[in-house]
């Protein structure tokens, strides 16, 4: 006996829900490994040697990444089926997919919970094609080759669906915007000798990613969530879309510059990655005139006022972490002083919660109760929590960000900026921030409570009641 989902518009879009699940779980692990970073700050031995500061990092900075492409992947095979008008190519495969994606994930994280880094490169056999011991990019050789796998099964399941449905624009948006993801990562393989030549490449895969085609992403599922929720007309959203997607480029990709000012390339880096890094808040502003001016324009009330909610709170926290705080320390005669304090922090804490865990958040806010056969919305008390660890969520990192850039703030005056030729020593600096440290780690376990109720916001077993709603179908 099998039940079908009346809330789906095709039951392969349910192949989405198990990669919703797990990438919630390992942001939930991410959040953890971070507060051990922000404790270890403080107390500098905490968990030491069992957790060392740097694979407490390195565990942080991986399961962000992963755990937004199972957000990303999950968020395909949701919409594409919806806006293509047809079933999943293939939901046998996505399912394979997850498995493989999920185990490789798991026991890349353990290696490097479990095994010294050095070991774990041995192990693996790096020294074959080494392509270890890079930031973000510490993955092992034969995980990064699952990686590719992964994705080029993923690219064809969705590709294959879409070449035989409907091409909407959105569709066609997310689409380039995973192809581009998928093609980016590979030059985390080429690892060369020269350090300037590896950084300069090492940002093709990072900038690039984060601040090209990601939000193309973005702009794809923000759009798609839009639709859903304010039944604007789609010419109207598409407009938008097209203008904020061309903006998005270019700036992206010519404001990849900004990450060339050090690494020993010619200078005309200097003018050209601070002009176009100067432009490149305008596709968030974009973003948030446009999920705002879409909800004034709406022409229904939906019932989840919670997706609606992270829908507009995602282009709001994305311009401001990803457009003014990285705008505050990219110009040129900025940067030289910035670069590599904690002010990054503060862009990266920000503008990474903002623009992609919120951005999946929200598609997960909108498409779990469907997902789950609840209906069109959770329940009132349901949304409640989830409203709550919204804000919780939102104000705790605004927090970590305002200590962040306090931090940054110090950190260049007594560190960089030299008074009569004095400065102060890396870690004599950083005693004088631990009381800023010691704030961030409690806005962290703030933030850990709102994820929590974000999570505890799914417990409801029973469906709304929505007046002429489907019933499920049991055959």
């Given at each position: 006996?099998?039940?079908?989902?009346?809330?789906?518009?095709?039951?392969?879009q349910a192949v989405a829900k198990p990669y919703f699940v797990f990438a919630l779980i390992l942001f939930l692990g991410q959040v953890?490994?971070?507060?051990?970073?922000?404790?270890?700050?403080?107390?500098?031995?905490?968990?030491?040697?069992?957790?060392?500061?740097?694979?407490?990092?390195?565990?942080?900075?991986?399961?962000?990444?992963?755990?937004?492409?199972?957000?990303?992947?999950?968020?395909?095979?949701?919409l594409i089926p919806e806006e293509a008008d047809r079933e999943l190519h293939s939901p046998k495969l996505a399912i394979?997919?997850?498995?493989?994606?999920?185990?490789?994930?798991?026991?890349?994280?353990?290696?490097?919970?479990?095994?010294?880094?050095?070991?774990l490169a041995k192990l693996t056999h790096n020294e074959l094609l080494p392509t270890m011991g890079r930031e973000f990019l510490e993955q092992p050789t034969i995980t990064k080759m699952g990686i590719v796998v992964v994705c080029l099964g993923f690219l064809y399941n969705i590709g294959m669906t879409l070449l035989k449905g409907r091409k909407t624009t959105i569709s066609m948006v997310m689409m380039t915007g995973l192809i581009g993801l998928a093609v980016f990562f590979l030059f985390s393989f080429y690892n060369p000798g020269n350090l300037a030549r590896d950084k300069f490449y090492w940002w093709w895969v990072v900038h690039l990613w984060v601040e090209g085609v990601w939000e193309l992403i973005m702009g794809s599922m923000l759009a798609f969530v839009l639709i859903k929720v304010t039944g604007v007309d789609r010419e109207v959203v598409e407009k938008w879309l097209y203008v904020i997607i061309a903006m998005a480029l270019i700036t992206g990709i010519i404001g990849t510059g900004h990450h060339f000012f050090w690494i020993g390339a010619p200078e005309v880096w200097l003018w050209v990655g601070s002009i176009f890094s100067a432009l490149e808040p305008l596709p968030f502003l974009a973003m948030v005139m446009f999920?705002?001016?879409?909800?004034?324009?709406?022409?229904?009330?939906?019932?989840?006022?919670?997706?609606?909610l992270?829908?507009?709170?995602?282009?709001?926290?994305?311009?401001?972490?990803?457009?003014?705080?990285?705008?505050?320390?990219?110009?040129?005669?900025?940067?030289?002083?910035?670069?590599?304090?904690?002010?990054?922090?503060?862009?990266?804490?920000?503008?990474?919660?903002?623009?992609?865990?919120?951005?999946?958040?929200?598609?997960?806010?909108?498409?779990?109760?469907?997902l789950r056969g609840l209906g069109e919305a959770p329940d009132q008390r349901s949304q409640t929590i989830e409203i709550w660890g919204f804000w919780m969520m939102v104000l705790s990192m605004v927090m970590i960000t305002l200590f962040l850039t306090a931090a940054g703030a110090v950190q260049v005056w007594l560190q960089r900026w030299q008074v009569d030729g004095v400065a102060l020593p890396f870690m004599a600096t950083m005693d004088h921030l631990t009381l800023l440290f010691w704030a961030r780690l409690a806005s962290g376990v703030v933030f850990l409570l709102g994820l929590l109720c974000y999570l505890y916001s799914f417990r409801q077993r029973g469906r709304v009641k929505v007046a002429g709603a489907p019933e499920p179908i049991v055959y």
């Open positions: 006996m099998r039940t079908v989902n009346p809330y789906l518009k095709f039951q392969s953890l490994f971070g507060l051990i970073m922000g404790l270890q700050y403080v107390v500098g031995d905490f968990l030491f040697p069992l957790i060392p500061f740097n694979v407490a990092r390195m565990v942080h900075t991986n399961l962000l990444i992963v755990w937004l492409l199972f957000g990303f992947m999950g968020a395909a095979y949701y394979i997919l997850f498995w493989v994606f999920a185990a490789a994930g798991v026991l890349t994280i353990l290696g490097y919970l479990l095994v010294p880094y050095a070991a999920a705002f001016t879409m909800v004034k324009q709406r022409r229904r009330q939906h019932p989840n006022r919670a997706a609606t992270w829908a507009k709170g995602t282009t709001v926290t994305a311009f401001f972490g990803a457009g003014v705080w990285g705008f505050l320390h990219t110009l040129a005669p900025v940067n030289f002083y910035t670069h590599g304090t904690q002010l990054t922090a503060a862009h990266g804490h920000l503008a990474f919660f903002g623009a992609y865990a919120m951005i999946v958040m929200t598609l997960i806010s909108y498409a779990m109760p469907r």
